[in-house]
């Protein structure tokens, strides 16, 4: 069956330094992808999506890359600030019409120093 | 638009007792999904409606567990007789599904959870 591997956390950065967090995928289809974000104390939130290969995903200065032959979507952004401490994950959806349900990572925890 | 809501936000319970918690999906939101989170673990699908139809339940959805949308907007979840191991945040989300022929486009909106604690 889908399956999401995430990189094990949690991750301590420097203000301003920069992020990478891998995610690779299975999946029998050609699913969509997606990084979620869950900030203390509040719900997941979409952080960004692509929906087939080579599409990048953006938002808040956050990028990442649908990559096929890799089977992978790594989360990056140039420069962490401490407003983005919060838990990630990475998640895929097969989403052809019938049921579209998410498949999730295991998360991992972002702390961010200034 | 005021997003998802759960209710309630948090949840203690004996083991044994009953328990129904409630989700309001975005307004005009068709599709309506119940996940679980238990702590260190991303969330798992537990069930979802497409409108009031109840289409796929997943195997972790014991016999204990019941969903319902009965007009297709709010949702209801309860379980019965309550275990140690329900302990968790149910997560609700919703969706518009739209799209031709073949493939669609969906992004799924979470509500805030509602965090359960059975004793």
């Known amino acids: 069956g889908d399956s999401v591997t995430q990189m094990e956390g949690p991750v301590t950065l420097s203000e301003e330094a920069f992020l990478t967090i891998n995610c690779t995928y299975t999946?029998?289809?050609?699913?969509?992808l997606f990084w979620y974000v869950q900030y203390p104390g509040e719900g997941l939130q979409l952080l960004l999506k692509?929906?087939?290969?080579?599409d990048k995903g953006s938002n808040k200065g956050f990028e990442a890359t649908y990559r096929k032959e890799t089977t992978s979507f790594h989360l990056e952004k140039g420069s962490v600030q401490v407003s983005d401490s919060a838990v990630y994950f990475c998640?895929?959806?097969?989403?052809?019409?019938?049921?579209?349900?998410?498949?999730f990572g295991k998360g991992i925890t972002l702390s961010v120093r200034p | 638009d005021t997003g998802v809501s759960q209710d309630p936000r948090h949840k203690i319970t004996k083991r044994g007792q009953n328990v129904t918690f409630r989700c309001d999906p975005i307004s005009e939101h068709n599709r309506l999904y119940w996940y679980r989170q238990t702590l260190g673990q991303g969330p798992e699908f537990l069930t979802y409606f497409q409108n009031e139809a109840q289409l796929e339940k997943s195997r972790l959805l014991s016999d204990r567990f019941s969903a319902e949308r009965p007009k297709g907007s709010f949702s209801t979840l309860e379980i019965q007789r309550t275990e140690q191991g329900d302990s968790a945040m149910y997560l609700c989300?919703?969706?518009?599904?739209?799209?031709?022929?073949?493939?669609?486009?969906?992004?799924?909106?979470f509500g805030p959870g509602t965090r359960l604690l059975v004793l």
């Open positions: 989300a919703s969706s518009l599904v739209h799209g031709g022929h073949g493939q669609y486009q969906e992004t799924q909106y």
């Open positions: 692509a929906t087939k290969a080579d």
């Open positions: 999946a029998t289809g050609y699913p969509s």
């Open positions: 998640a895929l959806s097969e989403g052809t019409g019938a049921n579209s349900k998410l498949t």
